[in-house]
């Protein structure tokens, strides 16, 4: 059985990664692969169970290096429930942020990259994204969205990470754009302030050429390899 590819959405908040992974989805399926969507933190129940704590805040009173903790905890339970049983069976597995939102965030609230390097070793192993979209977005514009969401949905609250200053924004947004170009073997950049439907465009032929002809690769829910 050929393994399926496991490819991560990472940005910062308002960047659209929800819809980008959705409309991949949509139409990797219309080309007949089997889809697994996830998110982090999250994506299987343990995982779930920790997402509260670190969203709502609760962990923040712990400091920055249990927080890192927590995440890679849930990290580790979802890639030995959720994503590696995904991947075995041959499917694809989009994700909504991995290894690079630790980096970034736990590493900008001042965790030594020594621990956090330890952290991802044992919560991943060796599984590595075969692709990592980084969805880019100018700060403002994404806190704007995200002001228009909660507007939206009757004033929601901001999650722990939303509610932090400008500056801190934007230094996230550098090193993300830092790690796609110390590996850009695996990460490529897409620009998110353009209109949802170009972003998807732009994603889909990235996805094309890099992992190959979608077709090629495909295995098939009937069994049957490629188109
Ligand atoms: P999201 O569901 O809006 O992406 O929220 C997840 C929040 O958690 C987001 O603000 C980024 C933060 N986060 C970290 O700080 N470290 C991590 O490892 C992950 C996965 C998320």
Redesign the pocket.
């Known amino acids: 059985m050929l393994r399926g590819q496991f490819i991560t959405f990472e940005g910062g908040?308002g960047a659209g990664?929800s819809t980008q992974i959705a409309r991949l989805a949509e139409y990797l399926r219309s080309c007949g692969v089997d889809v697994v969507t996830t998110?982090?933190?999250g994506g299987s129940p343990g995982a779930e169970a920790v997402r509260h704590v670190?969203?709502s805040g609760a962990a923040e009173a712990l400091g920055p290096e249990a927080?890192?903790i927590l995440?890679?905890a849930a990290?580790a339970d979802h890639v030995a429930e959720t994503i590696e049983p995904a991947l075995a069976a041959g499917k694809w597995v989009l994700c909504?942020?991995?290894?690079d939102?630790?980096r970034?965030?736990?590493g900008e609230s001042g965790v030594e990259p020594a621990l956090l390097e330890k952290l991802e070793d044992v919560a991943v192993g060796r599984l590595s994204p075969d692709l990592t979209v980084i969805v880019d977005i100018p700060p403002r514009l994404g806190l704007k969205r995200i002001a228009g969401r909660d507007s939206a949905s009757g004033g929601a609250e901001k999650?722990?990470?939303?509610r932090e200053n400008l500056d801190v924004h934007a230094n996230r947004r550098a090193r993300f754009l830092e790690i796609a170009r110390s590996e850009p073997e695996r990460c490529v950049v897409v620009d998110g302030s353009r209109k949802p439907e170009q972003v998807a465009a732009a994603i889909i032929e990235i996805v094309e050429g890099r992992l190959g002809p979608i077709a090629d690769s495909v295995v098939r829910t009937d069994g049957r390899a490629g188109k």
């Open positions: 908040e990664k998110r982090e933190p670190l969203l927080e890192a995440f890679s990290r909504d942020r991995f290894i939102s630790t970034v965030y736990q999650d722990r990470f939303e």
